[in-house]
């Protein structure tokens, strides 16, 4: 029989059962802080008509789209009438959680509170070149207020998405940053450049890979684009000498857009969002960066992303979308969220050993098994730990305990419990720490008791 190839498709992964426990872990803070900020949980399919899709993610986010081919007849026809690729296909794997949640909030509209305040933890799939930390299947862990235009909405997110951070054991302000801008100064800037509204989002996609290829790669790709090269030596030169500072930042702005009506709005917007954040979770890590674009084109006022030290990409980010809702359910709903990238979150949490020792969810306890007279007690010493709140797992097979020590290593579980014939005449269990080596024997009725104390 030839074998077969059994790696997963190429940016999808297996997750075996420490990495479960340990996105377990991580997700468990996420959740928990989300509910704290009175945020409830929602969850949708993986698969989206494609109308409902397209559209609505700028030029390159729309080509990462997995489609889906139609099927049967439907499929023959199209095939025999020399289709485009949008024709073979009616629906699509979800690219974001954010417009899945617009179509919801249309769909639903009389059965939601008038502010819906929900958080999503699922997997979205784009069609992207895999790399360390960017997959092609992977899960975010959104954020959203859906019927509100406060601006206290957005202090909320940087907060929550802050506390789920600090949480999991990253100092703001050292660790990472959440760089915050507003799409109106953005549009405001582009213009005082000598960029049409027509040039703009061609603009804004070269600009926004400034921290993956540099000033000389946004200049060329700003060329290549067809933007006159004095535009282009403006927009650099803003690009490398705008100021550090949130008082700073505002300054320069309004040297360079406040003769727009949308960027003095778009100012003092970022000003209000600045005050409300004070004295919360996110206070030291907010810096206002003007040339914060974020790829998608349904924001429509501030937007933000978290930036770790060390680490190239955004481990999360978001904005305010205020029309997306509107293109399903034909009136304008103010809404806004945040999004943690949970994959880059676990591997800068691997990467700087901040898990913990021991997770939740891992067994603590074995078994061991003496000889096969030992199975029936054994079980039932199993059955009394586990009703005492214990997770234990008992060895299926009765021999030397080198051997079972050793699997009980390879599953990280720190205790066993042996019981010989001995012990089961005198109602005794002896306890084995496999860390210290220590061990204790205990009345069988204070062994669970024991246990609890020292895990």
């Given amino acids: 029989m030839a074998k077969r190839n059994t790696s997963p498709v190429s940016g999808t992964r297996d997750f075996l059962p420490l990495e479960v426990l340990r996105r377990r872990y991580v997700v468990d803070i996420i959740e928990s802080v989300y509910q704290s900020y009175g945020f409830e949980p929602l969850e949708t399919p993986a698969m989206e008509r494609l109308e409902t899709l397209l559209g609505k993610y700028g030029e390159e ?22 289709p485009a690729e949008n024709d073979l296909a009616d629906s699509g794997l979800r690219y974001d ?10 769909q639903y509209q009389m059965e939601l509170p008038r502010i819906f305040k929900r958080y999503q933890v699922q997997p979205v799939f784009r069609a992207d070149r895999p790399a360390k930390g960017r997959f092609r299947e992977f899960f975010q862990c959104d ?28 100092a703001g302000g050292r660790d990472y940053r959440i760089r915050l801008n507003h799409r109106a100064v953005l549009r405001a800037l582009m213009e005082a450049a000598g960029l049409g509204v027509e040039r703009e989002e061609t603009a804004l996609v070269a600009v926004d890979k400034l921290d993956k290829i540099g000033r000389a790669g946004v200049e060329q790709e700003l060329i290549e684009r067809g933007l006159p090269r004095e535009t282009v030596a403006r927009l650099v030169d803003w690009l490398e000498n705008r100021p550090s500072g949130n008082p700073e930042t505002i300054s320069w702005l ?47 006022g501030p937007i933000f992303e978290i930036n770790f030290e060390g680490f190239s990409g955004s481990a999360g980010g978001g904005g305010r979308y205020d029309d997306l809702i509107g293109l399903f359910s034909g009136r304008q709903v103010p809404a806004s969220g945040i999004s943690l990238g949970l994959e880059r979150i676990l591997l800068i949490l691997d990467e700087r050993g901040l898990f913990p020792e021991r997770l939740t969810g891992q067994p603590q306890v074995l078994a061991t098994l003496f000889a096969p007279e030992t199975i029936a007690p054994t079980l039932q010493l199993a059955h009394r730990l586990r009703e005492s709140g214990l997770r234990v797992d008992v060895y299926p097979e009765p021999g030397k305990y080198g051997k079972q020590f050793k699997y009980a290593d390879q599953r990280h579980i720190r205790f066993a419990v042996l019981l010989s014939p001995r012990e089961i005449a005198q109602d005794v269990v002896t306890v084995k720490d496999l860390t210290s080596g220590e061990q204790v024997e205990l009345a069988t009725e204070k062994a669970a008791g024991w246990l609890l104390e020292r895990l």
Avoid at 61 to 78: A, C, S, T
Avoid at 97 to 106: E, H, K
Avoid at 144 to 156: I, T
Avoid at 262 to 288: K, N, P, Q, W
């Fill in 61 to 82: 986010g729309d080509q990462l789209i997995f489609r889906i081919l139609k099927r049967g007849e439907k499929l023959d026809r199209e095939l025999r009438d020399r």
């Fill in 97 to 106: 959680l954010t417009v899945p949640l617009a179509r919801v909030a249309a």
């Fill in 143 to 170: 954020l959203d207020v859906v019927g509100s235009s406060s601006l206290l909405v957005e202090a909320e997110l940087l907060g929550a998405a802050s506390e789920v951070l600090e949480r999991l054991g990253f």
């Fill in 254 to 300: 309004r040297e360079r857009v406040e003769s727009f009506e949308h960027g003095r709005r778009g100012i003092e917007e970022l000003g209000e969002v600045l005050r409300y954040v004070g004295g919360g979770a996110a206070e030291s890590c907010v810096d206002l960066d003007p040339f914060l674009a974020r790829g998608l084109s349904y924001y429509t």
